[in-house]
């Protein structure tokens, strides 16, 4: 399985401040993902990397989300500015490169945006 | 537009008793996982089911999926209490060619009472 380590845990920010957040993996895992995840909802994929590169970026909100991945392995998500319904968890999730590609989901960090 | 959705939202049930959850999705994939997470936590991966007829059973859980019918289901047989938590279906649809996008169900909460 693999290990996610994802920083902050947790943050309190007021509209309009912006935020990041940061997604390290283990190496070797050359796709990636970030999920928003509303409380009460299911998690909804904001962007694929394929090591270095966007594979699917096509529901991040472009005018206030950005996201990269350092040398195809740590990812950093940002937010600015940040809105009320930005308050979420956001997941990072590499792809596991066992006998069957599996997602698996970091602690994530929880954002309230006040 | 694609929609993955789970049945019950809720479901509370006794310790001891068997009960099914749906998860019904309505474009054309072979392959589905199912994920549970605890409150507070993150997703872990229980199942993935890679085609027609496939049948995956761990402990008190079992999961199968009929690819023609676009339904899967998570079969709980006497359940104890430790199966509470909130369980998601997720939908691997092939994006440019590449597999491995997740689209995640409503989820279903579930309460084992004793």
């Known amino acids: 399985e693999a290990g996610v380590a994802q920083s902050p845990r947790y943050k309190i920010i007021e509209k309009r401040q912006s935020v990041a957040f940061w997604c390290n993996p283990i190496?070797?895992?050359?796709?990636l993902y970030w999920y928003q995840q509303i409380l009460g909802q299911g998690p909804k994929l904001l962007i694929q990397?394929?090591?270095?590169?966007?594979?699917?970026d096509s529901q991040l909100p472009k005018d206030r989300f950005s996201a990269e991945r350092l040398k195809g392995v740590d990812s950093t998500l940002k937010i600015q500015p940040a809105k009320l319904e930005d308050s979420a968890v956001y997941l990072c999730?590499?792809?596991?490169?066992?006998?069957?590609?599996?997602?698996?989901f970091g602690p994530g960090t929880r954002l309230l945006v006040l | 537009e694609l929609k993955v959705e789970q049945n019950p939202l809720f479901l509370s049930m006794q310790e001891g008793k068997n009960y099914t959850i749906y998860c019904n999705y309505s474009?054309?994939?072979?392959?589905l996982y199912w994920y549970r997470q605890d409150p507070g936590k993150s997703l872990e991966s229980l199942f993935v089911?890679?085609?027609?007829?496939a049948v995956k059973q761990e402990g008190r859980l079992m999961a199968s999926l009929d690819t023609k019918a676009r339904l899967s289901t998570l079969h709980i047989t006497a359940a104890v209490h430790d199966l509470s938590a909130t369980y998601f279906c997720?939908?691997?649809?092939?994006?440019?060619?590449?597999?491995?996008?997740?689209?995640f169900g409503t989820g279903t909460l579930l309460a084992v009472q004793p």
């Open positions: 089911l890679l085609s027609n007829g």
């Open positions: 999730a590499p792809l596991g490169t066992g006998y069957v590609e599996t997602q698996y």
């Open positions: 474009t054309t994939s072979d392959r």
């Open positions: 990397f394929q090591n270095n590169g966007v594979v699917d």
């Open positions: 997720a939908v691997d649809i092939r994006f440019r060619g590449a597999t491995n996008k997740l689209i």
């Open positions: 190496s070797g895992h050359a796709t």
